[in-house]
């Protein structure tokens, strides 16, 4: 069972009205792993994690996740089937009409029927794990960015689940918090046994913390491999993307992306 | 803010609305002087109606005692049946006398019940033998300028 | 020239599918609200949360304006009425346009100015935020965890609101002609309690407000839901939610009138 894939997927292509996004995408992630997929803007990262989810239909091809192939279940399963996955926004998400605690106590009290005083318990736990214990009492706009993702993070973990799924978890942190996520995820992801899968634009960070590495372009898998073959390779796409070099087969594609970071764009597009 | 504080905002705003509509239907509203469950129905023939119309007030010596609730016209009589719906707790005698009254010199018509001395009473679905027509307008400008051409 | 009509013409049909769709998908989402309703009936202090909001937090606007609709409704219709020499039926008049009219109008006016664009703010951003994105990934269905609640707030307070509006203004009225001027207090009450009847008037007043009440809250969980998730979308849709709500409104009052008094003066 440990050997076997929690996610395959196999051949799967998307297309949004008639314009392609995904061309027959193959991915094998196992128990366990720290996944990274990269890949330019618009380059269908984020529709991957999507379709994983289950949120879209694929045009071709699927997703299979513990066995099951996700886009053919019924509402109902599909929703059994979630609590299995955590999935972390981009800036978190976290549900601004309820208090730390609370958001990390929703799921738990939407499935479950636990009393109020093991919640209690429960909750207390996933906040320590992400350290931020004694901010239990505040309020989602009393948080920093950092600070917001790690709530949402304890709450993506809240019903221990096989699988997280992380979109951008580094977009806009300053530089001690994304060591800090990028510890968390890594950690987090060994000390429960699941999986995860990360998707971003930081090649750097992601790659002192993942497992494997799949990098997307033109809706095609264009490399993939281990941190250590990604830095060593030679093949002149990743070269490119992972020393963020401004010309090769990508013509200012990703240093576009990198000053717009710079300049903190990606914060005002919400 | 706490839980308990916002429960017991919405129930005082659930009371004040409930006693809201409790003012509205006893003091603002008829339900307290006129309950239709207590009723019993008497119907009256009237040669003219003039501006009387369904829900009209039925007064005796100016208290509300009941209110139409269906005007028909009759194709044997030739006249109108009006159907009164009365307070239960008024009951008139069978000589009882009803004419159409307008309160004020434009105000709205109403029934006024002028109560007899029979020792019988109005019961439910009973008729009201002796009626009066409404004053119209018309007729009596119309009569008060025969007169006159009479007179000349 | 023949060129300008005929594409003045299919400008036209292309603003009548569009507007058809949207009422049909807005149709769509409102018996969607109506099916997953389940959640909030067997969980009610979700739907507790929200009277907090839409319904609590609604009463000083209805209060105030009530009282002041109710007085100015008062020292009008006395001034008109005294000319007549029938002030006696300013209780009546006064009784009557707020119990049947602007009661339920004014109030549902204000309830979608101040709760329903609230409503749709508040859903847009949850939107716009990825926070329903987040519950639907939670497993949690955000149109019986978020909407239905909302949507059943609205429809609860509405009513109540506008009752207490209609309160308000008779009590103002009654400051303004019995107090300050002077109107006999008995003659107030009683030409009032003459001239309002419970079926005809307090009742069907009471369905129009529950009529908007619905109309309302639908509106509004419908435009935040389906707002697009950018501030501009956000604000576009609650301008939406006000503008629509209150001609649905207006609109929905004239065909209930004409319904419910139709034969009856």
């Known amino acids: 069972m440990t050997s076997e894939s929690l996610i395959e997927v ?54 299979k996740f513990a066995g099951e192939v996700v886009h053919e279940l019924s509402r109902d399963a599909l929703f059994r089937l979630r609590r299995k996955m955590g999935m972390l926004f981009q800036f978190g998400a976290l549900f601004t009409d309820l208090s730390v605690y609370d958001n990390v106590a929703f799921q738990m009290r939407e499935h479950t029927n636990l009393p109020e005083s093991m919640i209690r318990d429960l909750v207390l736990m996933k906040l320590h794990a992400v350290g931020l214990r004694g901010a239990h009492h505040l309020m989602p706009n009393e948080l920093s960015g950092g600070m917001a993702r790690r709530v949402a993070l304890a709450r993506s973990i809240a019903l221990d689940p096989m699988l997280i799924m992380y979109d951008e978890p580094f977009t806009g942190l300053d530089p001690i918090s994304l060591s800090v996520i990028g510890n968390l995820i890594r950690r987090l992801t060994d000390a429960l046994g699941m999986t995860s899968i990360v998707v971003t634009h930081d090649v750097q960070e992601s790659l002192k913390i993942v497992d494997y590495v799949y990098f997307i372009a033109d809706g095609v898998i264009a490399a993939h491999g281990t941190p250590k073959e990604v830095r060593e390779s030679v093949a002149p796409f990743v070269h490119q993307f992972v020393h963020g070099e401004e010309d090769g087969p990508v013509p200012f594609h990703y240093p576009a992306q990198s000053y717009e970071k710079d300049l903190e764009l990606e914060d005002c597009r919400v | 803010m706490q839980r308990t504080t916002m429960d017991l905002w919405v129930g005082l705003f659930v009371m004040a609305g409930i006693a809201a509509l409790m003012v509205l239907s006893l003091k603002v509203g008829n339900l307290n002087v006129y309950n239709p469950s207590q009723s019993y129905i008497l119907t009256g023939n009237f040669e003219n109606i003039g501006g009387l119309k369904v829900r009209a007030p039925v007064k005796s010596a100016g208290v509300v005692v009941g209110r139409v609730t269906d005007i028909q016209f009759s194709t044997q009589t030739y006249d109108a049946i009006v159907t009164m719906s009365m307070d239960s707790r008024f009951i008139f005698p069978k000589d009882t006398f009803a004419s159409i009254l307008t309160s004020g010199l434009l105000g709205e018509q109403y029934i006024g019940l002028a109560a007899g001395g029979d020792e019988d009473m109005l019961t439910d679905g009973d008729k009201i033998m002796k009626t009066n027509s409404a004053m119209v307008l018309e007729e009596l400008i119309g009569r008060f300028l025969f007169d006159k051409a009479a007179e000349e | 020239m023949f060129r300008h009509a005929l594409s003045a013409i299919q400008n036209i049909g292309h603003r009548v599918i569009e507007g058809m769709w949207r009422l049909g998908h807005a149709s769509r989402f409102f018996i969607l609200v109506l099916l997953k309703s389940g959640t909030s009936l067997r969980r009610f202090g979700l739907v507790i949360r929200e009277l907090y909001f839409t319904g609590v937090l609604s009463l000083i606007i209805i209060v105030v304006s009530g009282l002041f609709v109710g007085m100015v409704l008062g020292l009008q219709g006395y001034e008109t009425l005294q000319k007549y020499g029938s002030e006696s039926a300013v209780g009546t008049l006064v009784a009557l346009s707020l119990v049947r009219e602007l009661g339920p109008v004014v ?70 002609t019995v107090v300050f001027i002077g109107v006999d207090e008995g003659t107030y009450w009683s030409q009032m309690q003459s001239a309002v009847d419970f079926r005809f008037d307090i009742l069907n007043g009471f369905i129009k407000s529950c009529f908007f009440g619905v109309a309302v809250t639908a509106i509004a969980v419908f435009e935040g839901y389906d707002a697009p998730p950018t501030a501009e979308g956000v604000s576009g849709a609650t301008t939406r939610t006000v503008v629509s709500s209150s001609l649905v409104i207006l609109g929905l009052d004239f065909i209930l009138t004409a319904f419910m008094f139709r034969g009856v003066s």
């Open chain 1, 10 to 63: 196999n051949n799967l292509s998307f297309s949004y009205d008639t314009r392609p996004i995904l061309n027959g995408v193959n991915m094998r992630m196992q128990r366990g792993q720290v996944v990274a997929i990269m890949g330019g803007s618009g380059s269908g990262k984020t529709t991957l994690l999507r379709l994983i989810s289950g949120a879209i239909q694929p045009t071709s091809g699927h997703v």
């Open chain 3, 107 to 176: 109030a549902a006016l204000l309830f979608a100015s101040r709760a329903g664009s609230a409503i749709t703010a508040e859903i847009g951003l949850m939107k716009a935020t990825e926070q329903l994105a987040a519950m639907g990934m939670m497993a949690v269905d955000p149109v019986s965890r978020v909407v239905a609640p909302r949507f059943w707030s609205g429809v609860i307070s509405m009513p109540l609101l506008a009752a207490i509006f209609s309160v308000m203004g008779v009590y103002g009225g009654y400051l303004v």
